[in-house]
C-alpha cells in the first residue's frame, strides 16, 4: 500500500515499526549465521538419505523462537506484534527472491531452450498431480466437498482467491482450501525438503525434472526443494538446476492460475461427482469434521497487510545484510564481493516499487521476475555479461536461509489453527503437495 506525501513518517514504536524491532532483525541474522555454520546434515533413512540444509534449521528455528516467546524474558520476546511485521518483511523478502530467480534464468536462456518440451508440458504435472493422489485419499477418508478446495492445487494465494471468488471462504470448499494454505506454511517447507531430499537420493529422476518438479509456484517451496535437489552438483549444473525451477515455477504461478481456474478445478468437480458415490461408502470413509470450524478470518488476518515502502526498504537492508553473512559463512565469499550482486538486486526491486507506487495495477512479481530475466539474457545488451557474473557471486542458498528465517515467525503465527485441524485433512493436503512434486517430475522425466 502506498503512502501519500501527507502521511507521517512512521517512526519507532508506531504500528508500521514495532517496538524491539531492533530484535527482530538480530534475530534473523543470529539464526542465519549460527545455521550456516552448523552446515548442512545427512540423515541416513532406509536405503537412502535426507538432508537438512541450515535454511531448514533456520525455519525451525525461528518458529520455535516465536511459539514459545512468553517463556523468555520481558526484553526478549518475540510477541505478536513483532511476529506479524515479519510476515509483512516476508513478503517484501520475496521480491529479492523472485529477483535473483528471474537474473539467473536470463543468464542461462541457451540451457533453458535445450530443455525445450519438458518445461512445456511440466505444467500439466503441477496441475493434475495434486488431485490424482489427494482426492481419492480425501474421499477414502470421508471429507466431502472439502476435498475440491483442498486437492485442486497446492492451495497458495491464488487457490484462496479461486476458491473465495467461486464459493466463498464459507464455503465446504473454501474451508478445504484454507486447511491446505494452513497446512503448507506450517509444514510445507519442511515436508517438501524431506521429500525433496528423498526423492533425489534414490536416482531414480533426472536432476532436471526435480528441479522442474520443485517449481511449483511457491517461492518458499521451491527454494526448500530445489536446494536438496542441488546437494552434491557442481556450480555449473547448480546454475542450471536453479534456472530451471525459476522458469518452472514462473509458469506454474502465471498459466498455473488459468489452468486451475478453467481445466483443473471443473476436472476436480468432475472427478469427485464421479469417485465420491464409490470411494465416499467404503469401510474408511467416515465424515471428517476436521476443517469445519476454521474461521478464514482469523487465519487469513496477516494477509491483508501488506509492507510500505518504508517497511520493504527495511526488509531488503535485512536481506543484504542476511545474504552477506551467509555467502560469507556457508559459501566463503567475501562480503565486498557479494554486495555488488546484492545491490544490482535491490536495485531492480526498488525500482519495481516505486514503478507500483505510480501504476497501482502493475504486476509487481511478474514485472521483477520478467525484468530481471531480460536484464541477464546473453547478447540482450552490452552489460548483460557483466551482471550475470557480478550476480553470480550471490549464492542462491545465501537468500533462501534468510528468507526462510523470516517465514518461521509467519508458520508460528499459524500455528493455533493448525492444532485445529484434523490428521486427515493434514494427511490430504501434504499428499496434494507431493502428487504436484512427483507428478511434474515424472512428465518431465519422459522428455529426459
Do not use: D
Given at each position: 500500500m502506498s503512502e501519500s506525501a501527507s502521511t507521517p513518517r512512521p517512526t519507532p514504536g508506531s504500528p508500521a515499526f514495532p517496538q524491539k524491532l531492533w530484535l527482530l532483525v538480530l534475530t534473523v541474522l543470529a539464526v542465519t549465521a549460527a545455521t550456516e555454520w552448523i552446515g548442512p546434515l545427512s540423515v541416513p533413512l532406509w536405503s537412502a538419505?535426507?538432508?537438512?540444509?541450515?535454511?531448514?534449521?533456520?525455519?525451525?528455528?525461528?518458529?520455535?523462537?516465536?511459539?514459545?516467546?512468553?517463556?523468555?524474558?520481558?526484553?526478549?520476546?518475540?510477541?505478536?506484534?513483532?511476529?506479524?511485521?515479519?510476515g509483512k518483511l516476508l513478503n517484501a523478502a520475496l521480491l529479492l527472491f523472485i529477483v535473483k530467480l528471474g537474473l539467473m534464468a536470463g543468464g542461462s536462456m541457451p540451457q533453458l531452450q535445450k530443455v525445450g518440451w519438458a518445461l512445456a508440458f511440466q505444467e500439466l504435472g503441477h496441475a493434475f498431480g495434486t488431485m490424482v493422489l489427494a482426492l481419492p485419499l480425501a474421499l477414502l477418508l470421508g471429507i466431502k466437498r472439502e476435498a475440491v478446495g483442498a486437492t485442486f492445487s497446492i492451495g497458495r494465494e491464488n487457490s484462496l482467491v479461486i476458491i473465495g471468488q467461486k464459493y466463498g471462504m464459507q464455503s465446504a470448499e473454501g474451508r478445504g482450501v484454507l486447511a491446505e494454505y494452513i497446512t503448507g506454511t506450517v509444514l510445507g517447507a519442511v515436508f517438501i525438503t524431506l521429500l525433496a531430499s528423498f526423492v533425489a537420493s534414490l536416482n531414480i529422476f533426472d536432476p532436471r525434472s526435480l528441479a522442474m518438479g520443485a517449481g511449483m509456484g511457491s517461492g518458499s517451496l521451491m527454494a526448500?526443494?530445489?536446494?536438496?535437489?542441488?546437494?552434491?552438483?557442481?556450480?555449473?549444473?547448480?546454475?542450471?538446476?536453479?534456472?530451471?525451477?525459476?522458469?518452472?515455477?514462473?509458469?506454474?504461478?502465471?498459466?498455473?492460475?488459468?489452468?486451475?481456474?478453467?481445466?483443473?478445478?471443473?476436472?476436480?468437480?468432475?472427478?469427485?461427482?464421479r469417485l465420491e458415490p464409490v470411494l465416499g461408502r467404503t469401510a474408511f470413509a467416515r465424515r471428517a469434521p476436521s476443517a469445519d470450524d476454521l474461521d478464514p478470518a482469523a487465519a487469513l488476518e496477516d494477509e491483508d497487510e501488506h509492507p510500505t515502502f518504508a517497511d520493504s526498504i527495511i526488509a531488503l537492508l535485512l536481506m543484504v545484510a542476511g545474504i552477506a553473512i551467509s555467502n560469507h559463512i556457508g559459501h566463503g565469499v567475501p562480503v565486498l564481493q557479494t554486495l555488488p550482486g546484492a545491490a544490482v538486486m535491490v536495485g531492480i526491486v526498488l525500482i519495481g516499487l516505486l514503478l507500483k507506487r505510480m501504476l497501482r495495477k502493475l504486476p509487481l512479481m511478474l514485472f521483477l521476475a520478467v525484468s530481471a530475466t531480460l536484464v541477464t539474457i546473453p547478447g540482450g545488451w552490452p552489460l548483460a555479461g557483466a551482471i550475470a557474473e557480478t550476480i553470480g557471486q550471490v549464492q542462491f542458498m545465501s537468500i533462501t536461509t534468510t528468507v526462510l528465517a523470516l517465514a518461521g515467525f509467519s508458520v508460528a503465527r499459524k500455528l493455533p489453527m493448525f492444532r485445529r485441524l484434523g490428521w486427515r485433512i493434514v494427511l490430504v493436503s501434504l499428499t496434494a503437495t507431493a502428487g504436484t512434486f512427483i507428478g511434474a517430475a515424472a512428465i518431465a522425466e519422459f522428455f529426459h
Open positions: 538419505k535426507t538432508v537438512i540444509l541450515p535454511m531448514l534449521m533456520a525455519l525451525l528455528l525461528t518458529t520455535t523462537l516465536a511459539a514459545f516467546h512468553a517463556r523468555f524474558p520481558a526484553g526478549l520476546r518475540l510477541g505478536v506484534p513483532l511476529q506479524r511485521y515479519a526448500a526443494a530445489l536446494g536438496v535437489i542441488t546437494v552434491g552438483q557442481s556450480p555449473e549444473a547448480i546454475k542450471e538446476l536453479t534456472a530451471i525451477a525459476a522458469a518452472a515455477n514462473l509458469i506454474a504461478g502465471v498459466a498455473g492460475f488459468y489452468f486451475a481456474v478453467f481445466i483443473t478445478l471443473p476436472l476436480c468437480n468432475w472427478i469427485y461427482a
